[in-house]
Each structure stands twice: as structure tokens, then as C-alpha cells.
Nanobody, 115 residues
Framework: QVQLVASGGGMVQPGGSLTLSCAMS????????MGWYRQAPQKERELVAS?????VVRQGDSVKGRVTISKDNAKLSLQMNSLRLEDTAVYYC???????????WGQGIQVTVSS
């Protein structure tokens, strides 16, 4: 099993930057895929960015070029730049383990972009 604890949310002005972190613990060797997702009010959860254990990165279309996802042994980070009002959402970190392809989610953290 894997445990995830997210941190780093808050309020930021449009154009600002924010870094989210997700502390991972448990059976880290089983992790195949890691990512950040977000959900705005009355919208579906969407991918922000993901990275595989081999370093293959994907970015969501709405944030492409404005986010950087990175990982070390036990921490998954998301650097967000040029934030927009529409980036306001609850952000979740996620991992998928192998061989069971089970998904684990951290607690959601609020990111609010407001002037």
C-alpha cells in the first residue's frame, strides 16, 4: 500500500506561481505512475500532469507549458507558473501501483487564483 499526503496549496494572484508537494510513503517500489489531478466546482476531475517511473511526462491541455512535474524517491512535486483564474480547483496527487494497477489518492488541497 501507499500513503499520500499533499501540501502547498493556498491563494495566489493571477500570473503567480505555486508549488504543490505530495509526500509518498509505504511500498514505493510498487509505484508505476504518479500524477496530479484537479477538480473545479461543477466540473469533472482532470489531469494536470503525470509522470511514469521511467520519467515519461504528460501534461493536461489546459496547463501545457505552465506546469512542471517532478519526483524524487519519496516526493512528487508540481510547479505551476503563470496561474490563471481558471486554475482554481482542488488538487489531488495520485499514484498507480503494479502489478495490481491500484490507484491511491492524497487528500485534496485547495488552490485559489484570485486578484
Amino acid at each position: 500500500q501507499v500513503q499520500l499526503v499533499a501540501s502547498g496549496g493556498g491563494m495566489v494572484q493571477p500570473g503567480g506561481s505555486l508549488t504543490l508537494s505530495c509526500a509518498m510513503s509505504g511500498n514505493l517500489n510498487s509505484i508505476n505512475h504518479m500524477g496530479w489531478y484537479r477538480q473545479a466546482p461543477q466540473k469533472e476531475r482532470e489531469l494536470v500532469a503525470s509522470i511514469t517511473k521511467r520519467g515519461v511526462v504528460r501534461q493536461g491541455d489546459s496547463v501545457k507549458g505552465r506546469v512542471t512535474i517532478s519526483k524524487d524517491n519519496a516526493k512528487l512535486s508540481l510547479q505551476m507558473n503563470s496561474l490563471r483564474l481558471e486554475d482554481t480547483a482542488v488538487y489531488y496527487c495520485n499514484v498507480i501501483t503494479e502489478p495490481d494497477w491500484r490507484a491511491y489518492w492524497g487528500q485534496g488541497i485547495q488552490v485559489t487564483v484570485s486578484s
